[in-house]
């Protein structure tokens, strides 16, 4: 959020801890957010933070109990994996010297930078294949005395 809000919104703290992390891992796009990363983080807090709460309480209640998860499960998966693995090629490749912020200098510093990234997409991947391949979501068929249900 401190990504597309004024510093005065956040708690002093909050605010130091970003600057500090900013700084520390070099990462110009908390520290100068453009427009397309701010679009992203407005995503982050509209769809996916909902989305969160409600694979929260679907893993908590068991996914069993709520079949109904899978497909808002999987679009909540994908769309946070895509956002990230741009973030990732943008960290990787971008050209950083239209940034007001400390930025990687070199290819280790770019590592460093996805690194701290990478388990936001990797966790979304493994939802989706979840997701996918999980035989919890398949309908099964069950015939007793004759009759056939779909469990």
């Known amino acids: 959020?401190?990504?597309?809000?004024?510093?005065?919104?956040?708690?002093?703290?909050?605010?130091?801890?970003?600057?500090?992390?900013?700084?520390?891992?070099?990462?110009?796009?908390?520290?100068?957010?453009?427009?397309?990363?701010i679009s992203?983080?407005?995503?982050?807090?509209?769809?996916?933070?909902?989305c969160f709460f409600m694979g929260v309480y679907v893993f908590y209640k068991g996914v069993e109990k709520c079949r109904w998860s899978?497909?808002?499960?999987?679009?909540?998966?994908?769309?946070?994996a895509t956002t990230v693995f741009s973030i990732g090629f943008e960290i990787m490749f971008g050209d950083f010297r239209d940034y007001n912020h400390p930025a990687p200098r070199n290819m280790n510093e770019r590592l460093f930078l996805l690194a701290i990234y990478s388990p936001y997409l990797i966790i979304p991947l493994l939802l989706v294949f979840?997701?996918?391949?999980?035989?919890?979501?398949?309908?099964?068929?069950?015939?007793?005395?004759?009759?056939?249900?779909?469990?």
Not at 2 to 17: D, E, G, R, S
Not at 28 to 33: E, V
């Open 1 to 37: 959020m401190q990504a597309m809000f004024p510093k005065w919104m956040f708690p002093k703290a909050c605010v130091a801890l970003k600057e500090w992390y900013t700084h520390a891992a070099r990462d110009p796009l908390m520290g100068d957010p453009k427009p397309w990363f």
């Open 40 to 50: 992203f983080c407005f995503c982050e807090i509209t769809i996916q933070l909902v």
């Open 70 to 80: 899978r497909i808002p499960l999987m679009l909540y998966g994908s769309h946070t």
């Open 130 to 151: 979840d997701t996918v391949f999980s035989p919890i979501y398949r309908e099964t068929k069950i015939t007793t005395n004759g009759k056939t249900k779909v469990k």
